[in-house]
Nanobody, 123 residues
Framework: QVHLVESGGGLVQAGGFLRLSCAASGRTFSRYAMGWFRQAPGKEREFVAGIRWSAGNTVYADSVKGRFTISRDNAKNTMYLQMNSLKPEDTAVYYC????????????????WGQGTQVTVSS
């Protein structure tokens, strides 16, 4: 079992920035990749960014490219999402997830999920 805890969400004005963190614990030795997803009210959960844990390869949704940066700290078992130039349309609950076998944008490819952290961007 893997336990994921997100933090760092909050309320920010458009153009501002936030850094989300995702701390992992439990059976993390088999982790292959991790990802950030978000879900706005009335919408489906969507992919934001992903990282291959050992190699550090990254992939981003087109909507956040150039504004968001995903990274990880192996020693701390923690993943981050630096979000710059935030827009009102970035408002959502942000979730982190981990996968033992998959690296990419498909929600069902991930095995474990955190509870989410709210990000609200005001105009």
């Amino acid at each position: 079992q893997v336990h994921l805890v997100e933090s760092g969400g909050g309320l920010v004005q458009a153009g501002g920035f936030l850094r989300l963190s995702c701390a992992a614990s439990g059976r993390t030795f088999s982790r292959y990749a991790m990802g950030w997803f978000r879900q706005a009210p009335g919408k489906e959960r969507e992919f934001v960014a992903g990282i291959r844990w050992s190699a550090g390869n990254t992939v981003y949704a087109d909507s956040v490219k150039g504004r968001f940066t995903i990274s990880r700290d192996n020693a701390k078992n923690t993943m981050y999402l630096q979000m710059n130039s935030l827009k009102p349309e970035d408002t959502a609950v942000y979730y982190c997830a981990t996968s033992d076998r998959y690296y990419g944008a498909v929600v069902t490819g991930y095995d474990y999920w955190g509870q989410g952290t709210q990000v609200t961007v005001s105009s």
